[in-house]
């Protein structure tokens, strides 16, 4: 922590950061609140965030394994199918929930300080990436018991992350906005949400789809960060230069329209929370 | 507050201006029934009938503040003098008009903010001080004297929920006055803790407001001490300025009120 202890004290004039430079700690601080908050009472607390991906693995290989298998071998593992593509579209779901409301939950600290707004829902989304890490060990235990190895095409997945995260940001700006000008859009993004689920080849193949859906996948974003993450570690392929600009094209796409759209009314935010 | 605080030396005529409040006017929405709802709002937009109810809170307000200056707002309940001290502060953005500000400030307004009532005074002290936009080694550095301010120091690692009301109060001024700021900002609703550590919060004030260079500026509705500290007064009143000049002018007039 205090590496440089023999540096000279701070005075109390230069007590604080410029204000470009405020928000690394800001969001830090925040971020680790909500950590606390979730795991600091309980113990089962970590526990659950590694078995709940788990659980969720095993009813669904229950449920559709036995047929999926049979129609479609070139699924590969089936187990690691299921909770790669799971754990990912949950983060995104986390990640946008959490955003869309995080600009309400503020409403009491964003009437007492100045700070910038922006932070509310990259914090939401950036603590769904840390939750997230605990879904990587429930990866790893299937992997290890499916005895599906990992090879050095796994050290392409942080790339699947970091777009997935910065699109999760875009959308969570967006959604932050609306919601607080407009309260039934939290409602009307639980169906989206539901609908994407199932429109998404999470359980299934994407072979099973007729034509036109194949041909929408590629416009669905979910599909392509999943499909992205699937090559990388259970299919032990390079993806190609085309699906790496779709990660970052969608991501720079949401940003972009989020950032806009949250820019141009949060100055109106106090009116309305 | 406090019977102890002086009236700083006036600044020379050619001081910098350190706050410059141009015109500004706050609007508040206090529609009763706001559109939460996309249906709502659609419908109400097909009949031409999107109502904002709006509210003048502030009325094109002007003044400026040199530096050093110690500067008083006052005006009956409800006139806008926290809106106005919340504008400067950064807190509120100004609906018309800009309002300057040159230097770091502490604002003793709303004190304790991003507390969490789970959390231990020690975590809640680095959060609140995060978003007052304070260094990390700075809080680090000053930690202690945080504490023994506040006196709390076998507290630490309770968490704030266990606390009484005045403690969190004292641990919340502890940190928003650990600084030395360019321009302080009072609100005198803010009265904390017991009458111990109320004289204490009096010095610390007044050791702030006595450094050099500091500029004040002060709501209070203990128009005594409005006088004895302050060069100038602006008087709002239901969000209208209605004088801005000399402490003994503008106090006149505004105790001719009751009258
Ligand atoms: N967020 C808000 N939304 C709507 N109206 C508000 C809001 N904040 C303040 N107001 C209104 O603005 C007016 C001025 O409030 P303000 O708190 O600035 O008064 P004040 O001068 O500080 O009063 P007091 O002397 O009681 O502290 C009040 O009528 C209040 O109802
Ligand atoms: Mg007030």
Redesign the pocket.
């Known amino acids: 922590m205090n590496a440089e202890k023999n540096a000279a004290t701070i005075s109390a004039k230069d007590a604080w950061y410029p204000p470009a430079k405020r928000d690394r700690f800001i969001l830090k601080q925040l971020v680790s609140k909500d950590f606390k908050l979730k795991y600091r009472r309980s113990a089962l607390g970590v526990v659950w965030s590694v078995l709940n991906p788990l659980l969720m693995m095993l009813v669904m290989a229950a449920v559709f394994g036995s047929f999926m298998r049979y129609n479609d071998p070139s699924l590969g593992n089936y187990a690691v199918y299921l909770i790669l593509g799971n754990t990912a579209f949950q983060l995104m779901s986390d990640a946008t929930s959490q955003g869309m409301n995080s600009i309400i939950w503020a409403s009491s600290l964003l ?1 007492k300080v100045k700070i910038n707004r922006y932070v509310f829902p990259v914090q939401k989304v950036l603590f769904a990436v840390v939750n997230y890490g605990f879904s990587l060990i429930a990866i790893a235990l299937v992997m290890v018991v499916e005895r599906v190895p990992l090879t050095w095409t796994a050290i392409l997945m942080p790339y699947a992350l970091a777009t997935l995260m910065v699109f999760c940001i875009g959308l969570s700006l967006l959604l932050s906005a609306a919601a607080v000008f407009f309260r039934d859009v939290i409602h009307l993004w639980s169906v989206v949400l539901t609908a994407w689920t199932y429109a998404t080849p999470l359980f299934y193949p994407f072979k099973i789809l007729p034509h036109w859906m194949q041909v929408a996948e590629h416009f669905n974003p979910m599909y392509i960060y999943i499909t992205y993450i699937r090559d990388v570690v259970l299919y032990h392929t390079v993806p190609s230069v085309n699906m790496h600009i779709a990660c970052l094209g969608f991501a720079v796409v949401a940003l972009a329209i989020g950032y806009a759209v949250f820019h141009r009314h949060e100055h109106k935010f ?2 309305y929370i | 507050m406090a019977n102890i605080l002086k009236r700083p030396p006036i600044p020379p005529e050619d001081a910098e201006t350190v706050i410059d409040v141009d015109d500004v006017s ?1 609007i ?3 529609a009763s029934e706001q559109f939460n709802s996309l249906k709502e709002y659609f419908i109400a937009a097909m009949r031409h009938e999107l109502k904002f109810k709006e ?1 003048r ?1 502030l009325n094109h307000i002007s003044f400026k503040v040199k530096r050093g200056e110690a500067f008083g707002l006052v ?12 504008i400067i502060a950064g807190v509120l953005e100004a609906s018309e008009g800009t309002c300057t500000v040159r230097g770091t400030i502490a604002p003793l307004i709303e004190l304790g903010a991003g507390f969490d009532m789970e959390l231990t005074a020690k975590e809640n002290i680095y959060l609140n001080g995060a978003l007052l936009g304070y260094r990390k080694e700075f809080i680090d550095e000053h930690f202690q004297d945080i504490v023994d301010f506040a006196e709390l120091q076998n507290f630490m690692e309770m968490p704030l929920k266990n606390y009484s009301s005045g403690m969190v109060a004292r641990i919340a001024f502890a940190i928003a006055t650990i600084t030395e700021p360019d321009i302080l900002i009072v ?1 005198e ?1 803010l009265s904390v803790g017991d009458f111990l550590f109320q004289q204490k919060c009096e010095r610390r004030i007044k050791e702030l407001v006595d450094s050099d260079d500091v500029t004040v500026l002060l ?1 209070s ?1 203990n128009i005594d001490q409005v006088e004895r500290l302050c060069d100038r007064v602006c008087w ?1 009143e239901k ?1 209208q300025e209605r004088m801005v000049g000399p402490t003994d002018e503008v106090c006149a007039a505004y105790k001719n009120l009751g009258k």
Request: aromatic residues 8%; without cysteine; charged residues 15%.
């Open positions: 009437k106090i009116l | 706050m508040f929405n206090i509210f809170a005006g009956t309940n409800g006139s806008g003098k926290s809106t106005m001290l919340k609100d609703t709501v509705h709002i969000g």
